[in-house]
Structures are given as structure tokens and as C-alpha cells.
T-cell receptor, first 115, second 116 residues
């Protein structure tokens, strides 16, 4: 089946550790995104990438890093510099054609908890 | 700058009654408007979108939304609510001025609670 796969679903991080969340899509989408969602709140954009080997900071990029070495993959690293990383992380993607009406599709999300 | 507002944190409705979840937006160019639904511990699921054409857009699960340019609104509606519609609903907008590279901006979400 085509779609966006995020792994792991649940991840526990110790203080001072870096962790990486995986996002893979087989939809042949050009653009990929990472959002953070805190309980009961909306989505905040962390990073996005419109094309391979290029990415831009979103609204809350501090303490996070990404790479886009392949079209289908956009991993997110939560570094020890991120002071409050406990949240639900969502990966998304869409085609980059037309004037902006492209639908963005989401993965099932990953829960990160600091212990 | 583009923005979107969902003025209600929560909407309560009885099963079988019509429901409305409100959304207003602000963009420079033509708006591309979207509605998504999120069930607990899940990703967002696409419901419907407005690009151009008919102001009434029909989507998944019996939902529809009406684009009103003069009121800059895109309210989500359903004629008869189901308990299974209870979820978090997000409105989103992308500014058509600048094309597909523009980011999609999300509202803060509205929790819909349908009572049996």
C-alpha cells in the first residue's frame, strides 16, 4: 500500500540523548514536512523540504535537525538541545505541482517521551 | 501573511443533529482551504478541500464545507452528526499567491463531541 510510514510509534529518550524519528513515503511526493503537536494543541512546523538535498527551518527548528538525502526519506533528529521534546511528531508530504491546491498527507505519528 | 482561525475550542452536539465547525482565514491571494480530522493518537486524515469552482465542497464521511469569500470563511458542516464523528478537526489554508511552495498553515483545532 502507498503511504507515509513513521517509526517508531513510541520512543523514550533519556536526558542528554539524541534520537532520530524515521519518515518514509512511497507516494513519489516532492515535499516533506515535520510537525510537532503538544497534547490538546495545534500543529507547529519544525522543518520542511521541497526537494532532495534541500530543507528549510520552520517555526520551531531549534533543537532539531533533518536530512533529505533521498526523495522518499526525511528523518528528524531531536537533539539534546531541545529542552522540552516530549510531544507527538507528525510527518507529512505532498506533490509539488500546480498553484498550491495539492493535498498534504500525514503519517500516523510518533510519540516521544523524555524519561 | 496568511493565517487561519478556529474560534471554538470545542463544539458539542447531540447525535442526529446538524453540526458546524467554524473556520476563518486571511491570505493575500486566492485561498486553498482544507479540512482534516484527527482521532486520538493518530495522524491527520484529509476530509475535503476547496481550490476553485463550486463554493460547496463535499468530502469524506458525509462532511461538506462552504467557501464564503466575502466572509473569508470555510465552515465544516454535516447534516446529521454521529458519535463516531467525535474527534479533533483542523482547518488549514495555503496562500495561492506564490504557488505550491507556500506552507500550509493550520488552525488550532476544534474538538467535536457528539453525545448519544
Amino acid at each position: 500500500d502507498g503511504g507515509i510510514t513513521q517509526s517508531p510509534k513510541y520512543l523514550f529518550r533519556k536526558e542528554g540523548q539524541n534520537v532520530t524519528l524515521s519518515c518514509e513515503q512511497n507516494l513519489n511526493h516532492d515535499a516533506m514536512y515535520w510537525y510537532r503537536q503538544d497534547p490538546g494543541q495545534g500543529l507547529r512546523l519544525i522543518y520542511y523540504s521541497q526537494i532532495v538535498n534541500d530543507f528549510q527551518k520552520g517555526d520551531i527548528a531549534e533543537g532539531y535537525s533533518v536530512s533529505r538525502e533521498k526523495k522518499e526519506s526525511f528523518p528528524l533528529t531531536v537533539t539534546s538541545a531541545q529542552k522540552n521534546p516530549t510531544a507527538f511528531y507528525l510527518c507529512a508530504s505532498h506533490r509539488k505541482t500546480g498553484l498550491g491546491g495539492n493535498t498534504i498527507y500525514f503519517g500516523e505519528g510518533s510519540w516521544l517521551t523524555v524519561v | 501573511a496568511q493565517s487561519v482561525a478556529q474560534p471554538e475550542d470545542q463544539v458539542n452536539v447531540a447525535e442526529g443533529n446538524p453540526l458546524t465547525v467554524k473556520c476563518t482565514y486571511s491570505v493575500s491571494g486566492n485561498p486553498y482551504l482544507f479540512w482534516y480530522v484527527q482521532y486520538p493518537n493518530r495522524g491527520l486524515q484529509f476530509l475535503l478541500k476547496y481550490i476553485t469552482g463550486d463554493n460547496l465542497v463535499k468530502g469524506s464521511y458525509g462532511f461538506e464545507a462552504e467557501f464564503n469569500k466575502s466572509q473569508t470563511s470555510f465552515h465544516l458542516k454535516k447534516p446529521s452528526a454521529l458519535v463516531s464523528d467525535s474527534a479533533l478537526y483542523f482547518c488549514a489554508v495555503r496562500d495561492g499567491y506564490g504557488g505550491a511552495t507556500n506552507k500550509l498553515i493550520f488552525g488550532t483545532g476544534t474538538l467535536l463531541a457528539v453525545q448519544p
